[in-house]
């Protein structure tokens, strides 16, 4: 782990896992979502991706976790965007790294980054495992667009007001009781208001990802469970069926919630088992030479 100083001199906090006794088969690049951090939430992940082979990389956004700002407060998403892609970029280029496939790995509004990092270097990255994605307002939730206005013209006076009541959605996340308790007691997990212009960023970037979706090119795994309540599955649905990309799947979890790895065991080991299966298919392929 180490902290690194982003372009407005803000500490962010940085986690790399690593296979001990093997060269790594490829890169994986986490990118987390909206309350989650990386040191203690991503671990199960990134020890599974690293017993697979894997060399596993991700980043607390500013706000986040470990990393310094004002928590949760997002005053332009394409900063953060930046901020993901100039430390994965400085990986893949550390001479070890030369040559070896790059993957992202995005959850829930790490979804949305992962989208993002593709649309910024269409060909660079090999291929993204997107679980959840925040890619899509659902029908039912869409602000009409005087609502979309009036939250622009309050989030120009007061931007880190912290009035919209966020509902307690912890227990809709995650179906494992004991993950529920470790999410309520983890300080650096945040559990309070968010605040107006990171509603609203998360909003556009929302309806501009819906827009653009044709854009996507990468090959992707797309997994939702179909129970989930915070991002709609029909939102992976659209994804799949609008992307451009030849190489694409979704995999939809009947009964799952939106923390896909906060389900009984035997149903983790079986989205584990689909995303390292879809891995190990695509890093077996000709290494990346640029």
């Not at 090959?219 to 190489?247: Q, R, T, W, Y």
């Not at 879809?278 to 890093?283: I, S, V």
């Amino acid at each position: 782990t180490e902290f690194i100083v982003n372009s407005r001199d803000t500490k962010l906090f940085t986690c790399a896992w690593m296979p001990r006794n093997s060269e790594p088969k490829a890169l994986i690049f986490i990118c987390h979502g909206d309350t989650p951090f990386l040191k203690k939430s991503m671990r199960d992940t990134a020890s599974r991706l690293v017993r697979a082979g894997y060399a596993v990389y991700g980043i607390d956004h500013e706000g986040h976790g470990r990393s310094s700002g004002r928590r949760c407060y997002v005053p332009n998403f394409s900063d953060v965007v930046a901020d993901c892609s100039s430390y994965f970029m400085t990986v893949c280029d550390k001479p070890e790294n030369r040559g070896k496939k790059r993957f992202l790995y995005g959850i829930s509004m790490g979804g949305s980054i992962a989208l993002l990092l593709h649309r910024k270097e269409p060909a660079y990255w090999d291929g993204a495992v997107l679980l959840a994605p925040m890619c899509k307002i659902s029908d039912d939730m869409r602000p009409h667009p005087v609502v979309v206005s009036a939250l622009k013209m309050v989030c120009a006076v007061a931007p880190g007001w912290r009035i919209i009541p966020i509902p307690d959605i912890i227990d809709k996340v995650c179906k494992d009781p004991e993950m529920r308790k470790q999410v309520r007691s983890n300080p650096y997990i945040y559990k309070g208001k968010l605040p107006l212009k990171t509603c609203h960023e998360l909003l556009m970037v929302s309806l501009d990802i819906e827009k653009n979706l044709h854009e996507v090119t990468l090959p992707f795994l797309v997994l939702h469970g179909g129970g989930d309540v915070v991002n709609d599955p029909s939102a992976s649905k659209l994804l799949f069926e609008e992307a451009s990309s030849a190489d694409k799947d979704l995999k939809l979890y009947p009964g799952m919630w939106h923390a896909l790895m906060a389900e009984l065991p035997q149903d983790v080991e079986r989205v584990y088992s689909d995303i390292i299966s879809w891995l190990d298919q695509r890093a077996n392929c000709a290494a990346n030479v640029s």
